[in-house]
C-alpha cells in the first residue's frame, strides 16, 4: 500500500471514526509506505471525534515507513479509550523525517491507550526512538 493522503494509511484500515469501532483478527502482510503522517501496519489514524477503538489478535508482518508518527499497529490516534490486546508486529517501522520522526512498535502516544499482551520484535529506525510498545513526547 502506498499513498499520499494527509493523514491516515493503514495496512488494513486507513482512517477511523466511528465510535466502539473494533478491529480483530487481521493480518497486514504488505508494505505500508506513505509521504503522509499517520501510518501504522494495521490502522493509520484514529480521529479525535471516535472513541473505544478496539484492536485485537492482529498482527503486522509488512514493512511500515513514513516521515512521522509510525507504528506496527496503530500510527497515529487523537482517540480516547483505545484498547490493543494480544497484536504483534513483526516488520520493519521506518520514520523517515531528518529533523521530527517519531516512531514504535505497537501505538502512539495517548495517556488513556491500554496495551496488554502485545509485542515488537520488527526492527524500529527513527531520528527519535521510543519504547518498542509505545512512544511519549518528551515535551509534554
Same mark, same amino acid.
Request: hydrophobic content about 35%.
Given at each position: 500500500?502506498?499513498?499520499? *493522503?494527509?493523514?491516515?494509511?493503514?495496512?488494513?484500515?486507513?482512517?477511523?471514526?466511528?465510535?466502539? *469501532?473494533?478491529?480483530?483478527?487481521?493480518? #497486514?502482510?504488505?508494505?505500508?509506505?506513505?509521504?503522509?503522517?499517520?501510518? +501504522?501496519?494495521?490502522? +493509520?489514524? %484514529?480521529?479525535?471525534?471516535? /472513541?473505544?477503538?478496539?484492536?485485537? =489478535?492482529?498482527?503486522?508482518?509488512?514493512?511500515? %515507513?513514513?516521515?512521522?508518527?509510525?507504528?506496527?499497529?496503530?500510527?497515529?490516534?487523537?482517540?480516547?479509550?483505545?484498547?490493543?490486546?494480544?497484536?504483534?508486529?513483526?516488520? =520493519?517501522? %521506518?520514520?523517515?523525517? /531528518?529533523?521530527? *520522526?517519531? *516512531?514504535?512498535?505497537?501505538?502512539?502516544?495517548?495517556?488513556?491507550?491500554?496495551?496488554?499482551?502485545?509485542? #515488537?520484535? +520488527?526492527?524500529?529506525?527513527? =531520528?527519535?526512538?521510543?519504547?518498542?510498545?509505545?512512544?511519549?513526547?518528551? =515535551? /509534554?
Amino acid at each position: 500500500i502506498s499513498n499520499e *493522503a494527509t493523514n491516515g494509511i493503514g495496512g488494513i484500515v486507513g482512517y477511523v471514526e466511528n465510535n466502539n *469501532a473494533t478491529i480483530t483478527g487481521c493480518v #497486514n502482510m504488505g508494505p505500508v509506505i506513505s509521504t503522509e503522517t499517520g501510518v +501504522g501496519g494495521i490502522v +493509520g489514524y %484514529s480521529d479525535e471525534d471516535s /472513541s473505544n477503538l478496539t484492536i485485537s =489478535k492482529c498482527i503486522n508482518v509488512g514493512e511500515v %515507513s513514513g516521515p512521522n508518527i509510525v507504528s506496527g499497529i496503530l500510527g497515529q490516534s487523537s482517540t480516547t479509550s483505545v484498547t490493543i490486546s494480544n497484536c504483534m508486529n513483526l516488520g =520493519k517501522i %521506518s520514520a523517515t523525517d /531528518s529533523s521530527n *520522526a517519531y *516512531a514504535s512498535g505497537i501505538t502512539t502516544p495517548y495517556e488513556t491507550h491500554i496495551v496488554s499482551n502485545s509485542i #515488537n520484535v +520488527g526492527e524500529i529506525a527513527a =531520528k527519535i526512538l521510543f519504547a518498542t510498545l509505545e512512544f511519549r513526547n518528551p =515535551k /509534554s
